[in-house]
């Protein structure tokens, strides 16, 4: 029985990242699915209801929530996508100081993004300026659980260099991996959802 319960819930996990991949085609509602992953990530953890509708339902919440966001996490990934290589080849000094520099600051922007997936579904308001009580609690969950943020950034670096050598855990996992870090280090463990829920935040 138990095996069977594994494998229904890795199942579950890999249509959700089937679904994740499908809604971030666009490329700007990358960052409203990858929400909406956490999202059903822990509620397939609690025992809630996963599956395409409750996803899309969830996609859509995110995206009225939150759609500032996915048009600047695009962005600044390929602002730094650029940057880190363009500065790496000017030169042996000023292009490794800015290298590291843009280094650390990929650094900040990963652990960020990590504390903002947690606040975005620790507070699942549906709201067109709920992003930036978002980005409120993922600067606070900086400070005061630094520990926890950090050690979802080793484990977030670590499958990125991992995935590196071999691809298909990138695709795999793109949005699964950071969803499962940020819930097993910084989610608490959550009561099933009630059956009315769902439909009161749609």
């Keep these: ?38 999202r059903q990530l822990g509620d397939l ?5 996963t599956g395409a509708r409750q ?7 995110a995206w009225r929530s939150a759609w500032p966001v996915g048009l600047a996490v695009p962005l600044v990934t390929l602002g730094l996508a650029v940057g880190i290589p363009f500065w790496y080849s000017t030169g042996p000094w000023l292009g490794t100081v800015a290298m590291i520099m843009l280094v650390c600051l990929a650094g900040m922007g990963l652990a960020f993004w990590l504390a903002f997936l947690w606040a975005a579904d620790a507070e699942r308001t549906v ?28 484990l977030f670096v670590t499958w990125l260099a991992l995935a590196a050598y071999f691809l298909p855990a990138l695709i795999i996992g793109a ?9 097993w280090t910084l989610c608490e463990r959550r009561v099933s959802p009630l059956p009315g829920d769902h439909a009161n935040r749609s």
């Design 127 to 154: 709201d067109r300026a709920a992003w930036r009580k978002w980005v409120g609690m993922a600067a606070e969950a900086l400070l005061h659980r630094s520990g926890r943020v950090l050690w979802g950034l080793v």
């Design 175 to 183: 949005g699964l991996a950071p969803a499962a870090i940020v819930l």
């Design 45 to 49: 953890r609690s025992g809630g209801k």
């Design 55 to 61: 996803f899309t339902r969830e996609f859509a919440a």
């Design 1 to 38: 029985m138990r095996v069977l319960n594994w494998l229904d819930t890795i199942g579950n996990a890999l249509i959700l990242e089937l679904l994740f991949v499908v809604y971030s085609i666009p490329v700007v509602t990358s960052a409203p699915a990858a929400i909406a992953l956490q």
